[in-house]
């Protein structure tokens, strides 16, 4: 009988699953600490829910709340930026920086595997 196998470990000591926001301010904060680090989305773009809104929409929260870290928006957004506004904010903010970005990759499972974790894209 053979013992399952142990995952092979990852050559980034962190996985963060998905490029919006939350992600990309994920992704500065640990590059700020050095710690590597690999941000994947199924999507073919960051940010996927913000590039295709309708043309009314703005944010509820402030300009003052919802930006990246160390990245105010621009004067010229207003108190709530649109939605168009956001997206062309985040990609922006991502091209400015050189993240550890993988688009267009699905997270099909994620399980505990001893002290790693096994991820299945």
Same mark, same amino acid.
């Given at each position: 009988? #053979? $013992?399952?196998?142990?995952? $092979?470990?990852?050559?980034?000591? +962190? ?8 992600? &990309?301010? !994920? ?7 050095? &710690? #590597?680090? /690999?941000?994947? =989305? ?6 996927? #829910? ?10 509820? !929260? ?19 930026? !649109? ?10 903010? +991502? /091209?400015?920086? =050189?993240?550890?970005? @993988? ?16 991820? @299945? !894209?």
């Amino acid at each position: 009988m #053979t $013992q399952p196998q142990q995952p $092979q470990r990852a050559a980034e000591d +962190v996985l963060v699953i998905g490029a919006g926001p939350a992600g &990309i301010a !994920t992704a500065y904060a640990l590059e700020q600490a050095r &710690i #590597t680090y /690999k941000v994947v =989305d199924r999507a073919n773009v960051i940010g996927s #829910t913000w590039c295709s809104l309708y043309p009314s929409l703005t944010l509820n !929260t402030s300009r003052y709340y919802s930006h990246m870290p160390e990245a105010p928006f621009p004067k010229d957004y207003g108190v709530f930026p !649109t939605g168009a506004q956001y997206y062309s904010y985040l990609d922006d903010f +991502v /091209k400015s920086h =050189d993240f550890n970005i @993988e688009l267009g990759v699905t997270v099909h499972s994620v399980t505990p595997a001893g002290d790693l974790w096994r991820v @299945e !894209t």
